[in-house]
């Protein structure tokens, strides 16, 4: 094990020691003045059941940062294993919702049901994190369903292998 104090001039080993956990990979969509907005985002969990609170933590230095602070609402997509493509297409640009279909919810958020599950929510809380911040959303809608999920660890995408789990058992 590799010991050290996180400072300015070890931020990747840092990063690298994070890495170690594994989680979900998830799209978050806004609706701006400037239209729909996008982003991935794997800094999803969720905060209370009452009331329903789930949080994403968006990065400062993102260029839709300022569109996503601003926003009223939005919607977190939990993406399937199959979902790299849309992943890598939301971190590339804002506007990639031409590689999925989408409708928009009764707020006006743009949202897709070709994922594992969805949240859509108000802005409850929002909190100055370092160089992210903290998005608290309260949840007025979810829906879920059945598949595998995609899975971000070590700085690569893969996906849950239940056949490790049950024999693990």
Not at 116 to 123: P, Q, Y
């Amino acid at each position: 094990m590799l010991h050290f104090d996180p400072t300015d001039d070890n931020h990747r080993m840092f990063r690298d020691a994070l890495g170690r956990f594994s989680s979900g990979v998830t799209i978050v969509t806004a609706n701006t003045p400037e239209g729909p907005v996008g982003m991935t985002a794997n800094s999803f969990t969720s905060v209370s059941m009452e009331p329903p609170l789930v949080l994403w933590c968006p990065a400062k230095s993102s260029s839709r940062y300022a569109l996503f602070a601003d926003a009223t609402d939005f919607a977190i997509h939990v993406l399937e294993a199959q979902q790299k493509e849309l992943a890598l297409a939301f971190a590339r640009s804002g506007t990639a919702f031409d590689a999925v279909d989408t409708a928009r919810s009764d707020r006006g958020v743009p949202v897709f049901d070709s994922c594992l599950a969805r949240f859509e929510c108000e802005t409850y809380g929002f909190h100055d994190a370092g160089d992210h911040s903290i998005m608290v959303g309260l949840v007025r809608h979810a829906a879920f369903r059945q598949g595998a999920p995609l899975i971000f660890s070590q700085g690569t995408f893969g996906q849950f292998d239940k056949e490790v789990e049950k024999a693990n058992v």
